[in-house]
């Protein structure tokens, strides 16, 4: 990184937590914060509307695949914005999103990937398709160290498959889900009511454009975006990534963490060390790494458009 890169990540300082909110072990604060120089936000559309509206395509790199790339193709004259985590079914095997970028308007880009279903390999459709889901907060948080030491070590974002499937299939199998080529999407299509009821008690927070949530009495990690409309659109994804992590927390009743513990977190985030990465689509991938805090900031025009924020349990000293 180099030493004049600006602290995109100030605007942390003044991050406000304007509510707070709890159900099936979980909290969700919801915070307000200024995204970055200038009232005008990115103009973009999601993953989920890109899809929707047939303006983006997703497929195998080549007609053999390779698991950690998938391709690309934007046909719509709006950026389209790709959030770190989430899931794309189909293919020769489901992926998730190594990292969040923004794939330019009328543009083919190779987009870096990890494989969620290591039973299959073989095409269910030609073209991908939105799971509605993302990894869950435990997968995100494991996944954005594994990229920010790729990006360190060989300068690309890529993740350690391995160690990826066997979290996949830690967590199936403490939810008590099989399925028969080891897709994580077969473990919230178990949990789809209940998390739906999670979604539905805890609907997302208007006129915000972040949150952080906490799991029986620990903050685990927070999303911020530069716009509340990008939370509102991802919210769903956003909950039942938590959600499904507090489903397996034990059942004891914790203290619930307080307002303040939150708002000195998110502080400690804004004096992070950067990490300066050029994205594989628009902008820069900056990886942050701080004292029991690790993450990631998509940074377009010297505006963060999405940071994802993760707590770091603090290892015991060696004795």
């Known amino acids: 990184m180099a030493s004049n890169m600006p602290n995109v990540l100030e605007g942390l300082r003044s991050a406000e937590v304007v509510g707070v909110r709890q159900g099936a072990g979980l909290q969700v604060f919801d915070l307000r914060w200024l995204a970055g120089p200038g009232e005008k936000a990115h103009d973009y559309v999601t993953l989920d509307e890109a899809l929707e509206q047939q303006a983006l395509d997703v497929t195998e790199i080549s007609e053999g ?7 690309v193709l934007n046909k719509s004259v709006r950026m389209v914005f790709l959030m770190a985590g989430e899931e794309l079914v189909g293919g020769k095997q489901n992926r998730v999103l190594n990292s969040s970028l923004m794939v330019p308007a009328k543009t083919e880009v190779p987009i870096p990937v990890t494989c969620v279903e290591v039973g299959r390999w073989g095409y269910k459709s030609r073209k991908f398709g939105s799971a509605s889901s993302s990894s869950h907060a435990a997968l995100r948080v494991m996944m954005s160290k594994q990229v920010t030491g790729s990006y360190q070590a060989v300068g690309t974002p890529r993740s350690d498959q391995g160690a990826v499937w066997g979290e996949v299939a830690r967590k199936m199998s403490r939810m008590g889900s099989s399925s028969g080529s080891g897709a994580l999407h077969d473990m919230y299509a178990d949990y ?65 963490v307080e307002v303040g513990q ?29 004292k029991n805090l690790v993450g990631a900031t998509l940074v377009v025009d010297a505006r963060p458009v999405h940071v994802e924020l993760f707590r770091e349990e603090e290892q015991p000293a060696a004795k």
Request: aromatic share 8%; proline share 7%.
């Open 262 to 290: 939150v708002a000195e977190w998110l502080k400690s985030a804004s004096s992070a060390k950067l990490h300066w990465f050029d994205s594989p689509g628009i902008g820069q991938d900056v990886r942050i790494e701080a």
């Open 192 to 256: 789809a009511k209940k998390l739906d009821a999670v979604v539905g008690s805890l609907p997302a927070p208007e006129g915000c454009n972040g949150a952080a949530f906490a799991i029986h009495g620990k903050v685990v990690g927070a999303d911020l975006f530069d716009q509340p409309a990008t939370l509102r659109k991802l919210w769903g994804k956003l909950i039942w990534s938590y959600a499904v992590d507090a489903l397996e927390a034990p059942k004891e009743k914790a203290p619930a």
């Open 65 to 71: 695949g390779t698991v950690p790339t998938l391709k």
